[in-house]
């Protein structure tokens, strides 16, 4: 070490002696020797901690309450003396703060004389809360307030200082909305800030659109054709519904919802409400994302295909009426099938309210069955043409004799042959006398002379009968 440093050092441990009054212990009673000024300088820096602070009017600083008093909460800030905070700064019904505590206070006067700091929690807050918003708008810090009031185009919010959201930047289309905010908590981004003016505009708007923007690309990055998801109802129109799927909106177009026919998207889903749809279609440089509920139901299509039968008759309800024909939904099965125009009458129409109206039952003919095009034609000249033939039918066989069977009419024959083949197997001896017999009578037939052909016997008549007759007086001829 040189000289210099020497006479330094001795400069230095003079300051020591001078201060603390005694000489420097040497030998084994000084565990740690100060052997150099840097031991020197750890030694004034742990002096420094141990002297009061020098506080001044403005300062904020951070105190430890050593005592709750009536009228005063007295805090300890590392001065001579204690400092004073009053009570009144607390709101009634606000926990105060119990020995022990650590809070920030502002000083507002140093009394030397009177050995006395008087301190303010609530200038202590105030002046933090402008450097909170400060820093919140440099850095872009998202910070909460609560709504307080509604007032002329937009709100009044707390965010340790009263602050004002204008309404284009509150996240509600409709601003008749706006009052049913207040009391509630939101979060928001500092516009301006400018306190000469007291003024401080806030945004919750954007907050909104940049977790939307965040949650939009984890979206994105996991959604694709036939993934399955949840999401939020969060618009209705006539054509549809539009689902908050996590930052990024899909159409669920009406057609999609049910297999079969719905008036209105609201007769299925409801705004706010949580469903499962299906990932139909994805178009990311158009930012259009088609979605589908149906898919997810059991498909009636599969079963009417194994239920219903072509050419058979069914009853049906019109569901629709349309230019060209009606919808008619089958009972036996939930599905809807077309009647065209030409199949609704035999006559001639120009409109189809001029024959069905919607609710109407009918019977109908299935003419066409496609289950998997998920089509089907129905005809109602056809079910009326059917049930004509089936009643004429039913007429004719009320109205006809019961008629000769062909089975019958074969056993007559069938037994009449029987007959004449039984008669001729009778024995040869009996036919051979019958032919001689009349071959004889031929001959004495041919013999005989010609005689008068002998008078046939008259029919005896009864005796009462016979007594009825006239008697006959026969002459006898002269001999």
């Not at 606000?94 to 022990?100: I, N, S």
């Not at 059917?386 to 004429?392: A, V």
Request: aromatic share 4%; hydrophobic share 35%.
């Amino acid at each position: 070490m040189s000289p210099d440093n020497d006479n330094e050092s001795t400069d230095i441990l003079g300051s020591y002696d001078d201060i603390f009054g005694e000489d420097v212990p040497e030998g084994p009673q000084h565990e740690k020797p100060i052997s150099s000024r840097w031991d020197l300088q750890e030694s004034w820096a742990d002096l420094e901690e141990a002297t009061p602070a020098d506080v001044q009017k403005g300062d904020i600083i951070s105190g430890t309450v050593v005592a709750v008093q009536d009228q005063y909460i007295v805090v300890d800030v590392g001065a001579k003396f204690e400092g004073l905070v009053p009570r009144n700064e607390f709101a009634p019904g606000e926990e105060l703060p119990t020995e022990g505590d650590e809070i920030r206070v502002a000083v507002i006067r140093v009394d030397d004389e009177a050995g006395q700091i008087t301190l303010s929690k609530k200038r202590a807050d105030y002046e933090e809360a402008w450097e909170r918003l400060y820093r919140a708008q440099r850095n872009g810090e998202v910070l909460t307030g609560m709504v307080t009031d509604r007032v002329k185009g937009g709100l009044r919010v707390d965010v340790g200082m009263p602050g004002f959201v204008p309404a284009s930047h509150v996240a509600i289309r409709d601003v008749r909305m706006l009052g049913k905010l207040v009391g509630k908590v939101l979060k928001l981004k500092v516009l301006e800030v400018d306190r000469q003016r007291n003024q401080i505009v806030l945004s919750h708007r954007q907050v909104i659109e940049e977790e939307r923007a965040r949650r939009r690309e984890e979206t994105l990055s996991r959604l694709a054709e036939g993934v399955v998801c949840e999401g939020r109802v969060r618009n209705i129109t006539d054509y549809g519904a539009f689902v908050d799927l996590g930052g990024v909106d899909g159409l669920l177009h009406i057609s999609e919802m049910a297999w079969s026919h719905i008036d209105h998207p609201s007769d299925v889903v409801k705004p706010g409400e949580i469903i499962r749809v299906m990932v139909l279609s994805m178009d990311k440089d158009r930012d259009r994302i088609s979605l589908g509920m149906r898919q997810l139901l059991p498909d009636p299509w599969k079963q009417a295909a194994k239920q219903l039968e072509v050419g058979a008759l069914y009853e049906a309800v019109i569901t629709r009426a349309v230019d060209t024909g009606a919808f008619a939904r089958l009972k036996e099965a939930d599905v809807e099938g077309f009647i065209p125009l030409r199949e609704l009458s035999s006559q001639r129409i120009s409109e189809t309210t001029e024959v069905v109206s919607k609710g109407q039952k009918v019977k109908v003919k299935l003419l066409d069955l496609d289950a998997s095009a998920h089509r089907m034609t129905l005809s109602l000249t056809g079910a009326q043409a059917e049930s004509d033939r089936q009643e004429y039918e039913e007429y004719m066989k009320s109205q006809q004799p019961p008629s000769v069977k062909l089975g019958d009419q074969f056993s007559e024959v069938l037994n009449q042959t029987k007959a004449s083949l039984t008669d001729s197997e009778q024995p040869s001896e009996d036919a051979d006398q019958a032919a001689e017999q009349q071959e004889a009578d031929e001959q004495a037939e041919m013999a005989r002379p010609d005689e008068p052909l002998p008078a046939v016997p008259a029919e005896p008549e009864s005796p009462a009968k016979a007594a009825e007759q006239p008697e006959v007086i026969r002459q006898e001829e002269p001999s």
